[in-house]
């Protein structure tokens, strides 16, 4: 039973225009979602993320929606770059009760070409 | 702030033998976690400590899994008799206890492990 989906194992873009990557949740306990950016070969690094209470989040060129009622968030990046290719995952916790432990999505490859 | 650490990067070893695995976090983080990711996968949850005491392990811990962390610092995981079920990237880990910061987790590189 996967409780976080990303159901674009991947995805292409040309440099300068929007990356839109998505993602899908099924537990209504969770209250906080997180993006991570994966290179090969090394650990997932905190990109940005969202509390429930939002329904959005701006970072620089990176974008968290959230829209609560169809349990879905999206990673915005405007504009993408080369060195923005990597694997994107999306987490979600559901806070202190579950240790705030973190159940990810599988991931989405996203190529930025050049 | 050097980041989170794991030592080894890579480990190669036979079924059946013993391997561990030792994980520096973030010096002021009280939070420690260990993830495994298989291919095509994200991160699982595997185990959870507070300081120096374990307060969750998930079901895919088995038997053969133990993890600790003595005075609250590095933590260590150990697989005995190991599968080659059990090849993955174990991922650490950690966070600071403050309200506005709970969530946000700081990984390590990572130790690949292959049972051959």
């Known amino acids: 039973d996967q409780q976080v989906k990303q159901n674009s194992p991947s995805l292409s873009v040309q440099e300068g225009r929007i990356s839109i990557l998505n993602c899908d949740y099924t537990?209504?306990?969770?209250?906080?979602f997180l993006w991570y950016k994966k290179y090969p070969a090394e650990g997932p690094t905190f990109l940005i993320s969202?509390?429930?209470?939002?329904d959005k989040n701006e970072d620089g060129r990176f974008t968290v929606f959230l829209n609560k009622s169809a349990k879905h968030l999206s990673l915005h990046i405007v504009p993408s770059q080369p060195g923005d290719s990597a694997v994107y995952f999306c987490?979600?916790?559901?806070?202190?009760?579950?240790?705030?432990?973190?159940?990810f999505g599988k991931g989405t490859l996203l190529t930025v070409n050049p | 702030d050097t980041g989170v650490s794991q030592d080894p990067r890579h480990k190669i070893t036979k079924r059946g033998q013993n391997v561990t695995f030792r994980c520096d976090p973030i010096?002021?983080?009280?939070?420690l976690y260990w993830y495994r990711q298989t291919l095509g996968q994200g991160p699982e949850f595997l185990t959870y400590?507070?300081?120096?005491?374990?307060?969750?392990k998930s079901r895919l811990l088995s038997d053969r899994f133990s993890a600790e962390r003595p005075k609250g610092s590095f933590s260590t995981l150990e697989i005995q008799r190991t599968e080659q079920g059990d090849s993955a990237m174990y991922l650490c880990?950690?966070?600071?206890?403050?309200?506005?910061?709970?969530?946000?987790?700081?990984f390590g590189p990572g130790t690949r492990l292959t049972v051959t």
């Open positions: 969202i509390s429930s209470i939002k």
């Open positions: 537990n209504s306990m969770f209250d906080y």
């Open positions: 010096s002021e983080h009280n939070r």
């Open positions: 880990a950690s966070s600071l206890a403050a309200r506005r910061s709970s969530y946000e987790q700081y």
């Open positions: 987490a979600a916790s559901a806070g202190g009760g579950s240790n705030y432990k973190l159940t």
């Open positions: 400590f507070q300081n120096e005491a374990q307060l969750e």
